[in-house]
């Protein structure tokens, strides 16, 4: 089991850049294949970036492919989001989550969840 708090988050104009993170507490974070997915008000929880156990394999959504660079540290039990070139429409809080097994897209496949960090891209 593991618990997850995002950090980083803020206002940025567009055209910015912003590094979220992740720090994981438990002894087994290298087990686990870890996502960031976003939901903006009023609309579903969406896919964001996901990177495997051993942060050789990733995959991003089509909208921030290109932008977005997902990374992680095991040695420091952290998850990293680097967001390039923001969009006004990238605003939404952005949560990390945690599973064991393969890649997924979908957030009902993951079991772990932190609370989510908000991020604001103005125009």
């Known amino acids: 089991q593991i618990q997850l708090v995002e950090s980083g988050g803020g206002l940025v104009q567009a055209g910015g850049s912003l590094r979220l993170s992740c720090a994981a507490s438990?002894?087994?974070?290298?087990?686990?294949?870890m996502g960031w997915f976003r939901q903006a008000p009023g609309k579903e929880r969406e896919f964001v970036a996901a990177?495997?156990?051993?942060?050789?394999?990733?995959v991003y959504a089509d909208s921030v492919k290109g932008r977005f660079t997902i990374s992680r540290d095991n040695a420091k039990n952290t998850v990293y989001l680097q967001m390039n070139s923001l969009k006004p429409e990238d605003t939404a809080l952005y949560s990390c989550?945690?599973?064991?097994?393969?890649?997924?897209?979908?957030?009902?496949?993951?079991?772990?969840w932190g609370q989510g960090t908000q991020v604001t891209v103005s125009s």
């Open positions: 989550a945690g599973r064991r097994g393969n890649m997924r897209s979908s957030w009902i496949d993951y079991n772990y």
């Open positions: 438990g002894r087994t974070f290298s087990n686990y294949t």
């Open positions: 990177i495997n156990w051993g942060g050789y394999s990733t």
